[in-house]
């Protein structure tokens, strides 16, 4: 096959990518064209977006050693037979839309659109619909491309080698099947495996995805209020302009705010779920969960409305 990786994680590193380049190696050691073309920087959390009015532009990455930090990136293509992938200053459904349109022609059509491996899983409602790895994947799927979105559900950020290899290898098998023996009524597929040892040996399920919300209160965290220095000359001015009588001058403090989700609105929520995605992945069940690409309506609601 002719597969187009895309993630939201960006080019391998250990620190926030560290599962790309052991699913491209072995993609390419099952025998499959494997095109790349992956945002620059780490885009988590963007969904399905396009920056509107950005004009993109590509840098060109060679990669390095398996699990090291070694990987070169230029401004132009190295124009030599060595392995290249792209790099694009946008997000991952825009990475999509240039692999599948503007790069890789002379490879032959894309037969599968592959966003991943996620670092983390995505699991539920609240991280599905938030997540770029499966916005990269739902614009696969609304470009008329097989699309799966793959993540890596771990338990620990020291990254075994031979965990993630595995992972990949089973990764690998499990959507050669999908892709094989594809419905009509599937636009897209979701794929959680947990990092486990000997994760091969667990159970590949069939999934819902969990329904969920936030209910704790707000994502973000306020910081401190900054104390801004002002002109002493527009000081007295203000205070002049108000008068003996107000000589109290009101300011409103400028506010930052830092995205710091509460995840425990999604614990509470799969733990007493008891099944759907979250929960399986928890066993160290790996999950397939096959998705329509469509915020779909209810049906049961028709007619006009009249005020």
């Not at 080019?11 to 790309?20: E, H, I």
């Not at 060109?60 to 930090?69: A, E, N, Q, W």
């Not at 495996?193 to 091969?200: N, S």
């Amino acid at each position: 096959m002719h597969i187009l990786v895309v993630n939201d994680d960006g080019p391998p590193s250990n620190q926030s990518s560290p599962y790309v380049h052991s699913l491209i190696d072995t993609l390419q050691k099952a025998g499959h064209t494997v095109s790349v073309i992956l945002p620059h920087v780490q885009r988590s959390w963007i969904g399905k977006a396009h920056m509107v009015g950005q004009t993109l532009t590509p840098t060109y990455f060679r990669p390095g050693t398996l699990h090291k930090d070694d990987g070169i990136t230029s401004d132009r293509p190295f124009n030599d037979e060595g392995e290249e992938w792209i790099l694009i200053d946008g997000t991952p459904a825009s990475c999509v839309q240039i692999g599948l349109h503007h790069f890789f022609k002379e490879r032959g059509p894309i037969d599968l659109v592959v966003s991943g491996p996620n670092y983390g899983r995505n699991t539920t409602a609240v991280f599905a619909l938030s997540s770029g790895t499966v916005g990269g994947a739902m614009e696969g799927a609304m470009s008329g491309k097989k699309s799966i979105a793959l993540s890596y559900a771990f338990d620990s950020r020291e990254h075994d080698p031979e965990i993630i290899s595995t992972a990949s290898k089973l990764s690998t098998r499990l959507m050669e099947k999908l892709t094989q023996e594809w419905p009509e009524d599937v636009h897209l597929y979701s794929i959680n495996v947990p990092l486990r040892k000997d994760v091969q040996n667990n159970k590949i399920l069939y999934t819902e995805m969990l329904q969920n919300r936030w209910h704790s209160g707000s994502s973000f965290e306020e910081l401190p209020p900054e104390e801004d220095d002002h002109d002493p000359n527009t000081e007295e001015q203000i205070i002049r302009e108000g008068g003996e009588g107000h000589m109290k001058v009101t300011r409103k403090v400028h506010r930052k705010f830092k995205w710091a989700p509460n995840f425990q609105d999604v614990r509470k929520a799969v733990t007493e779920a008891q099944k759907g995605d979250g929960w399986e992945v928890l066993q160290g069940n790996i999950t397939v969960t096959p998705l329509v690409a469509n915020f779909w309506h209810l049906p049961h609601y028709s007619g006009e409305i009249k005020l």
